[in-house]
């Protein structure tokens, strides 16, 4: 394959998403201040950069000096810098990546509270773009969240307006997911979260597992999907690579790769669709701890609701750049077929005749697989930060749903999910829905 093919397929769901890639002779180079980078949120702001930006764009240059890896991370005591390129090369052997101090005409993209004139800071799980300094409150806990949440903004701003300047502030946390920062110490770092099993490893599924293991990797994986990596899936998701795409390696195995290497060590794999799956449908009642609900494909919310759930997360990426974190949890008023109808897309048109149509909150599911790289992201961030909260007193901390908009100016907006009128779980007994669940590490969460 030549390197227009190459890009042809790499850059396919991003033009049909409406957008055009960057332009590849824009050199990025990413800086961080010394004494962020040795944080653990420093480097988890350096890996999801790296892994972010290389994705974006074939043009990136490693500005920071190498450290040995975070204890707390995975791949800890090896190089940074060098994890990091052989990431990026990983993705894209057209790319010219590397390692060299800032030259002119690059575009920064500066890690740290400080050091350059606009910033990309995370820290705890606050997120800040803009001006220098970070307005953030300082945080001694090691959380990670919201310097990826923060990379994920600045990309999305680099993306948006084109190697502009970061000009206007935004900050917001992932805590309780509002535009106010929290000064909140609750560390996820090697939380115990029990069994996560992932319904679709699409860009979605492959990046919530991603930045979970950056967390912790206590907990037990099963991963489902039928699908194989592609060249057009390379850029949405942090895990898959070129050499996946080359050999249409199974997208269950190519995370159940990523996760074991990262050091998680159950990890199960299904590689069939979620209906067909032994997996799901032969388990024990109570032993699935989370689901994430990453796949919209043959009908698969109609499986997961009739088969009685467990507490769901997941996020979905949508047409006008915005990423949409939901939490079903048993009993609660709205399913995911609340949200998503089954089949709507074959729904009669006649029913306009019959009465009413009901209220627009139940938005058509994004069908076609199309989207930007910092959404897919910034879904499995939302849906990571939310498992890693499931263990923290007082959870649930936000609305059902959070919708972030990055369109503009990133927006971040909670609400409920409504009920909707003669939805399927309307017919679901309460009692059996709470039998089903009743051991798993979540029930309690149960109404
Ligand atoms: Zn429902």
Known sequence: MDQQQFYDLLNDRMRRYGASPLDPTQV???TASPDYLASYDGQVAALVACNLLGRLSPSVQIGYTDLPIHPHLPWAGSSLVRHTMEGMVATNPFGTYGARPLAAGDFRFHLGQDGHETIVHGSGWNAYIGPAPSPLPPIKADVGTGAALAVVLGA???????????????ACNAWDWTDVPKLVEFSPIGASVGHVVTAGLGSVGS??????????????ASLIDHDHVGIHNITRSPVFTDAHAKIGLAKVKAVAAFLREAGVDEVAVDPVAFHESALWNSREAGSTDVLISAANEFNVRYHIEMGFPPIQLYATTGRNWQATLMRHVPGAKACSLCVFPPDEKFAPTACAMDGPRPPQTAVVEDRVDAALPFLSFAAGIMTAAEVLKLTAPGYPLSAERVMLGLKGQPLLVGTPIPHRTGCLCEGRHKAVHQAAVAGSRYAEFAI
Not at 159 to 167: L, N, Q
């Open 28 to 30: 990025i180079t990413i």
């Open 156 to 170: 999305a701003h680099l993306f948006r307006t084109r190697f502009g300047a970061m000009i206007d502030p935004f």
């Open 207 to 220: 990046a919530t597992n991603y930045f979970l293991a950056l967390a912790t990797r206590d907990f037990r």
